[in-house]
């Protein structure tokens, strides 16, 4: 991943989006602090469904812990 100052980032906008389309990643960092990320679009959707089924996994596994003492419409009152 690659890091370009928000000014820089400005400047060559078309020129970024091309090596993003390449594969390439940016963040932007304005003031030295990150302030934003430019990925492929494909990347984070299947990294965000990985995790998405990552955690439904380990929740499933997981015992439920203790007593259920309320009705789902109780719930929603």
């Keep these: ?3 370009i100052t928000a000014s820089e980032a400005n400047r060559s906008f ?3 989006l091309r ?3 390449g594969g390439e990643s940016y963040t ?3 003031r030295g602090r990150a302030v934003a990320a430019i990925h ?3 990347i984070e959707t299947s990294h965000r469904s990985l995790a998405k089924s990552a ?3 380990r929740l499933v596994k997981q ?3 203790g007593d ?4 789902r419409e109780e719930l929603y009152e």
């Design 68 to 71: 259920r003492g309320w009705t």
């Design 14 to 16: 078309s020129k970024m």
């Design 40 to 42: 492929p679009a494909g």
């Design 63 to 65: 015992p439920v812990l």
């Design 55 to 57: 955690l439904l996994e």
């Design 19 to 21: 090596v993003v389309a």
């Design 28 to 30: 932007i960092v304005s």
């Design 1 to 3: 991943m690659k890091t």
